[in-house]
């Protein structure tokens, strides 16, 4: 069965800090999708980024890097230079037929 | 400017009424979700629909129900709110999963 682990509930970080939050994922899938998701105070879940299963390549956009590798079934997201705007719960998440299955979430507060 | 827009924002409603939450998209997504999500937790799955009369249950057992009389409308409906129904509930729609999910604002339920 497909499953989410995002083993960090809750980071904080001082501005300009970079942070990494953590994907494990597991599937038995061979074509696949990933993404991760920000969800402000605000309430709403804001796309950031999506990967497939055959395109094991990085991707930098800005502040923002994702590292993913099917060798150890991780999908990581990196923020360099963290701002207090980039305070959010991020959510892991992995196709499930039609569906997604979302990791827990990672709770990251960002102190000035 | 959002493409899937959730009526009421925020809601604060008595015990045993009966509320419809709103939830509508002009992109044409075959494909629509509701999640329910207490802030900054898990997201749960409650019900999907994958076309006009299609409607299935979630992973997470829910009291509410659900239509698709139209593509472009997914209504929730709780016939008698309880205080357990306090939630967020987050509406998505997608042309399909290896795209992702486009999320609404999210409906704030309280039932006091």
């Known amino acids: 069965a497909q499953k989410v682990t995002q083993a960090q509930t809750e980071i904080s970080v001082v501005e300009k800090e970079d942070v990494t939050l953590d994907c494990v994922y597991e599937t038995r899938d061979t074509t696949y999708y990933l993404f991760w998701y920000k969800q402000p105070p605000s309430g709403e879940l804001v796309f950031l980024i999506r990967r497939n299963s055959f395109d094991e390549q990085n991707e930098i956009s800005g502040r923002y890097s994702w590292n993913f590798q099917k060798s150890t079934s991780s999908f990581n997201f990196t923020i360099t230079a963290s701002q207090v705007v980039d305070s959010a719960v991020y959510f892991c998440a992995l196709t499930r037929g039609q569906n997604f299955v979302f990791g827990p979430g990672t709770r990251l507060s960002v102190l000035p | 400017e959002a493409d899937i827009y959730q009526t009421p924002r925020y809601l604060v409603i008595g015990t045993g009424k009966k509320i419809t939450l709103e939830c509508s998209q002009t992109?044409?997504?075959?494909?629509m979700y509701w999640y329910q999500q207490d802030p900054g937790m898990e997201l749960h799955l409650i019900h999907y629909?994958?076309?006009?009369?299609?409607?299935e249950k979630g992973d997470l057992s829910s009291e509410s129900t659900v239509s698709r009389i139209r593509t472009e409308h997914f209504p929730l409906t709780l016939e008698s709110a309880r205080p357990s129904h306090t939630s967020q509930y987050l509406c998505?729609?997608?042309?399909?999963?290896?795209?992702?999910?486009?999320f609404g604002s999210g409906t704030r339920l309280t039932v006091v």
């Open positions: 629909s994958y076309g006009v009369n299609s409607t």
């Open positions: 998505a729609s997608s042309v399909g999963t290896h795209y992702g999910y486009t």
């Open positions: 992109m044409g997504h075959d494909k």
